[in-house]
């Protein structure tokens, strides 16, 4: 299995306890962006489904998937988990004043199968300095991908971004 890379941030902590100190944490190095297109030339290199093939299902896919979030289903991705449509809410005090006012951030939620938590559970890491990595001798550091020239290492971990 291969490692993720990962660099190092640093942040100055704006309140709390904290407040003024710098702090550091890992955060995911990106490798890029897979595209659909890409996705679909990597399925048809595995089956007997042609590129074309493959884009169709994965435009089709997508609608559908939207579609059923929106009529409020949870939609099961197989091996991948499920998505749902979730909300934020304010409380109220009565039951009458609780309506669809009291809605806020509307969003999407991925809940990884336990078939792809076990997968992840399985993921090592290895450190790789960037031109962000304030730990390093900048000039040894990897410069930026064409994907992300300004700011790599944003894979969408979803943990803390500490360079904010």
């Known amino acids: ?16 306890s904290k407040k003024g100190k710098t702090l550091y944490g890992p955060r995911v190095y990106s490798q890029g962006t897979k ?14 489904m042609s590129p074309s093939d493959a884009n169709l299902i994965d435009t089709a896919f997508g609608e559908l998937v939207t579609r059923y979030l929106l009529q409020g289903y949870i ?8 998505i749902r449509p979730k909300f934020d809410s304010k409380t109220v005090d009565t039951l009458e004043e609780c309506d669809a006012d009291s809605i806020r951030r509307i969003s999407v939620q991925f809940k990884g199968s336990d078939e792809l938590k076990e997968a992840v559970d399985k993921i090592t890491f290895e450190y790789r300095p960037s031109y962000t990595d ?7 550091a990897v410069t ?7 700011n790599p290492g ?3 971990d979803g943990g803390d971004d500490l360079v904010g």
């Open 35 to 48: 595209t659909s297109r890409e996705l679909a030339k990597d399925i048809s290199a595995s089956s007997t």
């Open 144 to 150: 930026p991908g064409p994907d992300e020239p300004d």
């Open 75 to 82: 939609v099961d991705l197989g091996a991948l988990g499920n």
């Open 154 to 156: 944003t894979g969408g």
């Open 1 to 16: 299995m291969s490692k993720i890379p990962y660099d190092k941030v640093s942040k100055v902590m704006a309140v709390g």
């Open 134 to 140: 304030t730990t390093v001798d900048q000039d040894s």
